[in-house]
Structures are given as structure tokens and as C-alpha cells.
């Protein structure tokens, strides 16, 4: 739960500084927008708030492309994509994530944070598969340098009735394009 209210508290405070200014809908209007898109693979731990569910890794894949609909004042907001993939101790889990990130900074590293909405399906081979709705907050640092992409992340996932509550690290690694 510790973690949890740090990376919420880490939000709040990226958020709020992007707030401070006015706002820009439709940017993808601008002849000078460009949603420079990027696929990644992704690894890294993930932690199953599951009785009887150590941790272990989890797979996957991220797109990501500039923010279509809105521009903050400062920074830049990036829609991240994510499925990842978890089997462990007779719990699989699949997570399908929209990830919308304020990103900050200069240069080639930036760094993000927000919130996110999810499904979650829990054991999707066998009869006893069951999915759910889930919100999640997180926190990303980011490096581009023309097509190489490299990253770090870290979100809390919370799940509806709260039956696979998890917390996932990862690496990313990919190609801008």
C-alpha cells in the first residue's frame, strides 16, 4: 500500500505542474504534429496480491504515440498501450492497459507519470477463467534517440473486487518510428 500512495502522490504532482497553463485540444490538427510512434518489448516483475502467488516475470509489449486529443502547457502526453503476460504458482493473467502518461523533461530522457484503465483476465486457457475491470497508476523514464527507445516503468494495478491486485516493474526495450 506504501507503494501505491507514492506513486498516487507522484501523479498528483507531475499532473499538477502540467495543469499550470492552458491547454490544447486536437493538437493532431497542427500541420507540425506528429504522433511519433514507438513499439517495445517489455519484461520485468510483477507481484500478485494472490494468496499462494509468489512473484515472477512478466512479458510483454507497449505502443505508444503522442496524445491526439490533448497538449499540455509543458511536457507532452504520450497514450501507452500495454499487454503483458503473468504465469505463476497455477495463476495466469493477462493485462490489456491504456496508460495515458504526462511526460516531462528535456532531451532525449524524459519522465512520466498517470493513470490508466485495464482488463484483466485471470486463467484465460481454462474453464475457470474469469476477467475484470482495473485502474492503475504509474510512474515511466523514458530515453529516445532516433530509432532506438529505451525504457523503465513501474504501475500498481487495482482490480474490480480487487481478486488480482498487482504491482509490475519493467524494463522496455524498442524501436521509435
Not at 507519470?113 to 476477467?131: C, F, H, L, Q, W
Not at 500498481?156 to 481478486?163: A, E, I, L, M, N
Request: proline share 6%; glycine share 14%; charged share 15%.
Amino acid at each position: 500500500m506504501k507503494t501505491a500512495f507514492t506513486t498516487a502522490v507522484l501523479c498528483a504532482g507531475l499532473v499538477g505542474t502540467a495543469q499550470a497553463g492552458e491547454w490544447t485540444t486536437s493538437p493532431y490538427q497542427d500541420p507540425e504534429w506528429s504522433p511519433d510512434f514507438t513499439l517495445a518489448a517489455t519484461a520485468g516483475p510483477m507481484d500478485v496480491d494472490v494468496s499462494g502467488v509468489g512473484s515472477d516475470t512478466a512479458v510483454g509489449a507497449q505502443f505508444s504515440m503522442n496524445c491526439p486529443w490533448f497538449s499540455p502547457p509543458a511536457g507532452n502526453i504520450r497514450q501507452q498501450f500495454n499487454y503483458n503476460r503473468f504465469d505463476n504458482d497455477g495463476l495466469k493473467l493477462q493485462t490489456f492497459e491504456m496508460n495515458p502518461r504526462w511526460f516531462g523533461g528535456s532531451g532525449r530522457l524524459t519522465y512520466g507519470a498517470g493513470p490508466g484503465i485495464g482488463y484483466v483476465r485471470t486463467n484465460p486457457d481454462d474453464e475457470s477463467s474469469d476477467s475484470m475491470w482495473a485502474f492503475q497508476v504509474g510512474a515511466d523514464v523514458e530515453y529516445r534517440h532516433g530509432a532506438l527507445f529505451a525504457g523503465a516503468g513501474v504501475r500498481q494495478q487495482f482490480t474490480s473486487g480487487g481478486d488480482a491486485d498487482n504491482l509490475l516493474g519493467q524494463v522496455k526495450v524498442g524501436v521509435n518510428f
